[in-house]
């Protein structure tokens, strides 16, 4: 069971920025595609970025040229640079794993944006 670990979420005003962290750990696999979702207040968890282990990313359109994902493969360490924040950005972001065929999910990690 690989554990998965989210910190860097907060409070920030409209257009402001955070950086979101997610650790990877003790999974006896290598680690493949890494990526965030986002569980807003009263829909459904969606995909706001993924990466895989080659550097391959897929954004939501939502988020394209705001967000920028990065990883470092080294320590399995994914981040979330998320610049020009909007209220509808609000929710709880949640890293998912995948490694030897198993999907992971970290207890996710607060965003709130105020307008």
């Known amino acids: 069971q690989t554990q998965v670990v989210e910190s860097g979420g907060g409070l920030v005003q409209a257009g402001g920025s955070l950086r979101l962290s997610c650790a990877a750990s003790?999974?006896?696999?290598?680690?493949?595609?890494m990526g965030w979702y986002q569980e807003a207040p009263g829909k459904l968890r969606e995909l706001v970025a993924a990466?895989?282990?080659?550097?391959?990313?897929h954004y939501a359109d939502s988020v394209k040229g705001r967000f920028t994902i990065s990883r470092e493969n080294s320590n399995n360490t994914l981040y979330l640079q998320m610049n020009s924040l909007k209220p509808e950005d609000t929710g709880v972001y949640y890293c998912?794993?995948?490694?030897?065929?198993?999907?992971?999910w970290g207890q996710g990690t607060q965003v709130t944006v105020s307008s």
């Open positions: 998912r794993v995948l490694a030897g065929g198993f999907e992971s």
């Open positions: 003790g999974s006896i696999f290598s680690i493949g595609t």
């Open positions: 990466m895989t282990r080659g550097g391959n990313t």
